[in-house]
Structure formats: C-alpha cells, structure tokens
C-alpha cells in the first residue's frame, strides 16, 4: 500500500457526461500528479500540482481540469467524455517538486465510457 | 526532452533463472531513473531509483539495477526469479518541466512472465 488513495475505483458513465476523480495523496506530502493510462497511448502525464498551485501540464485536454484543495487533496474533473477517454487514472504523490523525490501510486480509477 | 526505451515487450525466464529487464535513456543533464513494476488491476508500486553515486542500485523485492552511463542503459535484475515476479515493470526518467514542474516519462512497458 503506497499511502495514496483514489475514488472510486472503478467508474461507467456515457459519452457527454461529467466526472470527477478524487485523489488523496500520502500523508505530508505536498506534489500531486495525473496521469493517464491507455492501450493505445501508454502511461502519459497529465498535470502537476505543488501546494495547491499549478505546476506543470502535459497533454491535458481542454475538457479535462484539475485541482489541489488546502487539505492538498486533488480532484480531476473530466467532462464532454468520448469514447477515447477510457482509461485508468492514475493518481501520484511526492514529497517535494524535486526530480529526485519518489513518485507514489494510487491503485488508479477505471474510467469506462460508453 | 528526456526519454526512455524498454526494447522488448515480452521477458520469459523459469523460475530459479536469472531475469533481466532493459532499459535504455535519452537525457540532457543528470539521469534520475526510475523503475515501477504493475501488478494486474493495481497501480504501480514503485522498486528503485538511480539518482547519484553506485551504479548499482538495490530496490524491493530482491530487485536491482545497473546504471551504465556509456552505454546509456539502466538494466533491472534479479538473481532469481519467482513465480509471483510475473507483471509488467516500467522505466522511467524524470523529465523537468519549465516552470519548475516535473513529470515521470514511461517506457513502454515491458511484460515478464516467469515460469515453473
């Protein structure tokens, strides 16, 4: 158990709809990071989030967002689905922003859109 | 931008055997490496890194990597393999972002299946 929670676990919703996935990283630490896990397209980094700010993006789509709340738990917000957005989402925590702090895993959500 | 390239998508090795999963990186600056390994329908638990110092680098699970800076490769191994070793592993390179973010890039996945 990496310390890093996600809900829900698993998750069915039609094309057009709206989620949102929760993310509450280890305790202390203060980096949140999405990532996207899909046959087609691999494991892709989707945001960063230190302290409750921005701090990096990635291929994120413009119908996706995110946030870091003050208690540094994170919300992904993903609207207008498609099809092509099934796919685990993955939730990570560090320490710091530093290159040399450890990333720790969720056990994902299972987006499914039909 | 940093990447890395894990060249085979399948490993299979008894059990007892040696195993040895490859890796190999692309960067500008210092490498800061990274392997996690993916159980079926869990997320991914991470085994070591390579920051700095010995190019041999002990992680979980009786997992270890060799760090070869000329030959730009960062090769996971074991001396022997189990049953239960059977997932996909992941390499990874830390990639700054400007703005003083930072994101992990992922290897392909490379899928290791042990066997009796």
């Known amino acids: 158990d990496s310390g890093v929670t996600q809900t829900p676990k698993h998750l069915i919703t039609a094309t057009g709809q709206r989620v949102t996935l929760r993310c509450s990283p280890r305790?202390?630490?203060?980096?949140v990071y999405w990532y996207q896990q899909s046959l087609d397209q691999g494991l892709q980094f989707l945001i960063q989030?230190?302290?409750?700010?921005?701090?990096a993006k990635g291929n994120i789509l413009e119908r996706f967002s995110a946030q870091q709340f003050p208690d540094l738990h994170s919300e992904l917000n993903l609207s207008s689905l498609e099809l092509g957005d099934s796919a685990l989402y993955f939730c990570?925590?560090?320490?710091?922003?530093?290159?040399?702090?450890?990333?720790?895993f969720g056990p994902g959500t299972r987006l499914t859109v039909l | 931008a940093q990447s890395v390239a894990q060249p085979e998508d399948q490993v299979n090795v008894a059990e007892g055997n040696p195993l040895t999963v490859k890796c190999t990186y692309s960067v500008s600056g210092n490498p800061y490496l990274f392997w996690y390994v993916q159980y079926p329908n869990r997320g991914l638990q991470f085994l070591l890194k390579y920051i700095t110092g010995d190019n041999l680098v002990k992680g979980s699970y009786g997992f270890e990597a060799e760090f070869n800076k000329s030959q730009t490769s960062f090769h996971l191994k074991k001396p022997s393999a189990l049953v239960s070793d059977s997932a996909l592993y992941f390499c990874?390179?830390?990639?700054?972002?400007?703005?003083?973010?930072?994101?992990?890039?992922f290897g392909t996945g490379t899928q290791l299946k042990v066997e009796l």
């Open positions: 990570a925590s560090s320490w710091t922003s530093g290159l040399t702090d450890t990333q720790y």
């Open positions: 989030y230190y302290n409750g700010e921005e701090r």
């Open positions: 990874a390179v830390r990639d700054p972002i400007t703005g003083g973010g930072n994101k992990l890039t």
């Open positions: 305790s202390g630490d203060l980096s």
